[in-house]
């Protein structure tokens, strides 16, 4: 996935589940590490890395992202 494509995920997650998404993610990114499923524990970390920006307003979903 893209950037771009993860950011428009978070936002849709957050959009229709408020910060409860974050806290999802956060216990997805633990179960897959305990379960040593670690594709999908980075998936959900990306994912949550986002959400946190979303939810803190640190990035506008409606803009680009831009990654230095």
Same mark, same amino acid.
């Given at each position: 996935? @893209? /950037? &771009?494509? +993860?950011? +428009?995920? #978070? /936002?849709?997650l957050?959009?229709?589940? &408020?910060? /409860? #998404? %974050? &806290?999802? /993610?956060?216990?997805?990114?633990?179960? +897959?590490?305990?379960?040593?499923? %670690?594709?999908? #524990? @980075? +998936?959900?970390?990306? %994912?949550?890395l986002f959400?946190?920006?979303?939810?803190?307003? @640190? =990035?506008?979903?409606?803009?680009? =992202?831009? %990654?230095?």
């Open positions: 996935m @893209r /950037a &771009g494509d +993860f950011c +428009f995920l #978070a /936002a849709e957050v959009d229709e589940h &408020g910060a /409860a #998404a %974050l &806290g999802i /993610a956060q216990r997805a990114t633990a179960e +897959f590490v305990s379960e040593g499923m %670690l594709e999908r #524990a @980075r +998936f959900w970390y990306a %994912l949550s959400m946190d920006d979303i939810v803190c307003s @640190r =990035i506008d979903p409606e803009r680009p =992202i831009v %990654l230095h």
